[in-house]
């Protein structure tokens, strides 16, 4: 139960900071390019980066893992997760598997929300 509640705390932290970044950005963005996403996909990739290359994922005592990588930038980013994934996969040389992830992955998430839109209308 307490794990939940850091997950929580961290997601609400997360997405307010998401949702700040990305209005930020945004008045940078030219010609409809959604830089706001854009950007918070590359800083909540490089943060989750950050934090697995420092082994904080193994930390025990405070439960770190449930707060900053699962809340805060789970909330934040999901795309970090595809991203930290994707890179494991290549560092294990599984070159064919990464490819289909990826594309596998943009393909459905474009149609999911095609998907999403079609309904709703």
């Given at each position: 139960?307490?794990?939940?509640?850091?997950?929580?705390?961290?997601?609400?932290?997360?997405?307010?900071?998401?949702?700040?970044?990305?209005?930020?950005?945004?008045?940078?963005?030219?010609?409809?390019?959604?830089?706001?996403?854009?950007?918070?996909?590359?800083?909540?990739?490089?943060?989750?980066?950050?934090?697995?290359?420092?082994?904080?994922?193994?930390?025990?005592?405070?439960?770190?893992?449930?707060?900053?990588?699962?809340?805060?930038?789970?909330?934040?980013?999901?795309?970090?997760?595809?991203?930290?994934?994707?890179?494991?996969?290549?560092?294990?040389?599984?070159?064919?598997?990464?490819?289909?992830y990826v594309l596998?992955?943009?393909?459905?998430?474009?149609?999911?929300?095609?998907?999403?839109?079609?309904?709703?209308?």
């Amino acid at each position: 139960m307490k794990e939940i509640i850091f997950v929580g705390t961290g997601g609400f932290i997360g997405a307010s900071l998401r949702y700040i970044a990305s209005t930020w950005f945004s008045q940078f963005s030219r010609f409809g390019f959604p830089l706001g996403t854009f950007a918070v996909n590359f800083i909540g990739c490089t943060l989750l980066g950050i934090f697995v290359g420092l082994g904080l994922e193994k930390n025990s005592t405070l439960p770190l893992k449930e707060f900053a990588a699962i809340g805060v930038l789970g909330g934040f980013t999901t795309f970090s997760t595809f991203g930290l994934e994707s890179f494991e996969m290549l560092q294990a040389g599984h070159f064919k598997m990464t490819a289909i992830y990826v594309l596998g992955s943009i393909v459905l998430g474009l149609s999911g929300i095609g998907l999403g839109i079609f309904i709703t209308r």
